[in-house]
């Protein structure tokens, strides 16, 4: 059964890149399926940040598209986002989760259990 | 930009049928697909391609399409069922995703 965890700093700084790595254990990223990820500010709702596929393409939210930049790491089995200039509306708890259906119809079958990332000086 | 609307809050007492519904333009040409979210707790995947059950959600759960609205059915609600709700699809070329707002269902 695939398990996902999401690891990164606990605290980013205004103006700053926050960066998060997913770390993939029982399924091998190099066998196929997209990876991407999603974010909750704090009692808000879900926002799709970006997706990415073993290749290194990608697509993400053209709200963010100027920050977001993801990569894949198939060595590791791990897979990146980087947002970058954050500010306080930033702050969120970050999911890192498996894609299934592709580019036709993406949906998320499988989730990390999410890391609160605050955004503060 | 495409979106996905659901009602904030949907109460229900137990044993009572809830319907939550998501609408959005593209709904007719892309699968929906619903999430339930307890407090503290990752999003697990309910029901995807608009009415199929993910393995071991009770038959209780059930989903529906009819045009540019997808609905989301709990029959005898529970308890335990008390949780946010989101839809989520893509838009029509399936690039990119998008969420709906989640409702919050309470059982009074």
């Known amino acids: 059964q695939v398990h996902l965890q999401e690891s990164g700093p606990g605290l980013v700084k205004p103006s700053e890149t926050l960066s998060l790595t997913c770390t993939v254990s029982?399924?091998?990223?190099?066998?196929?399926?997209?990876w991407g990820w999603v974010r909750q500010p704090p009692g808000r709702g879900l926002e799709w940040l970006g997706t990415?596929?073993?290749?290194?393409?990608?697509s993400v939210n053209p709200s963010l598209k100027s920050r977001v930049t993801l990569s894949v790491d198939t060595s590791k089995n791990q897979f990146s986002l980087n947002l970058s200039s954050v500010t306080a509306a930033d702050t969120a708890i970050y999911y890192c989760a498996r894609v299934l259906g592709g580019t036709t119809s993406p949906h998320f079958d499988s989730w990390g259990q999410g890391t609160l990332v605050p955004v503060s000086s | 930009s495409y979106e996905l609307t659901q009602p904030p809050s949907v109460s229900v007492s137990p044993g009572q049928t809830a319907r939550i519904t998501c609408s959005g333009g593209?709904?007719?040409?892309?699968?929906a697909y619903w999430y339930q979210q307890k407090p503290g707790q990752a999003p697990l995947l309910m029901v995807y391609?608009?009415?199929e059950r993910s393995s071991g959600i009770p038959e209780r759960f059930s989903g529906s399409s009819s045009g540019t609205t997808v609905t989301l059915t709990i029959s005898t609600v529970q308890a335990e069922d008390e949780a946010d709700y989101y839809c989520?699809?893509?838009?029509?070329?399936?690039?990119?995703?998008?969420f709906g707002g989640g409702t919050k269902l309470t059982v009074l």
């Open positions: 029982g399924y091998s990223i190099n066998s196929g399926y997209y």
């Open positions: 989520q699809s893509a838009d029509s070329s399936g690039t990119y995703v998008i």
């Open positions: 990415t596929f073993r290749s290194g393409s990608t």
């Open positions: 593209a709904l007719p040409k892309q699968y």
């Open positions: 391609r608009d009415s």
